[in-house]
């Protein structure tokens, strides 16, 4: 396991193009080509994945099944991921080989959160930058899906803002990132606000 340093950005919609201009300023670059994320999203009946997210207590997990398609996840090309938030720091595990078809209906079992089934799924364009060696993410046209207990789409909602994120290797110190990326920073969740956009 290897922790690292996430830190999500307060840029607005109307700043995008400022900000990539800053970026290539700055010697930054793209690292890949832009691309979709699928997250599908699990938690217990009692909600308590979103609950912790929601409170920031840790330590707290996400569990969620990726792939990079908005079609159906499939087998060999989808990944159970685990992301845990603990005092020590964040860190994410991954499993390729999991039974997708049997997660997707029966759910996972977590020792923390017992049975989970999925909740929501989500997807994005994603771009990817590199900038004072730290990595740096935007994602757009973001949408939210529920899903019933077998992972089938009721209805979606759609995001307005964009998020950006900087990743960065634990080791890199705190006052480096606010030094190299003078922006406010916020707290966001796409789980959660997937959650509370059904809510609303």
């Not at 003078?182 to 966001?188: A, L, S």
């Amino acid at each position: 396991m290897s922790f690292r340093k996430e830190e999500k950005l307060n840029i607005h919609n109307s700043q995008l193009l400022n900000l990539l201009d800053w970026v290539y300023k700055n010697d930054g670059y793209k690292l890949y080509e832009t691309r979709i994320v699928s997250s599908t999203y699990f938690d217990n009946d009692s909600m308590q994945m979103f609950k912790d997210s929601e409170e920031g207590c840790v330590p707290r997990k996400k569990i969620r099944i990726r792939s990079y398609s908005k079609d159906e996840h499939r087998v060999n090309q989808s990944t159970l991921e685990i992301k845990t938030s603990s005092i020590e720091g964040r860190y994410k595990t991954g499993d390729k080989n999991f039974d997708l078809k049997k997660t997707m209906s029966n759910g996972f079992f977590d020792n923390d959160y017992g049975i989970c089934k999925p909740i929501v799924r989500v997807n994005y364009k994603r771009d990817y930058y590199k900038i004072h060696n730290v990595r740096l993410t935007i994602d757009r046209y973001i949408e939210y899906i529920k899903l019933n207990s077998q992972g089938k789409a009721i209805y979606k909602r759609y995001e307005q803002d964009i998020i950006v994120e900087i990743k960065a290797e634990n080791y890199v110190p705190i006052e480096y990132l606010f030094k190299k990326f003078q922006f406010n920073r916020i707290r966001f969740s796409k789980y959660s606000r997937a959650i509370n956009s059904f809510l609303a």
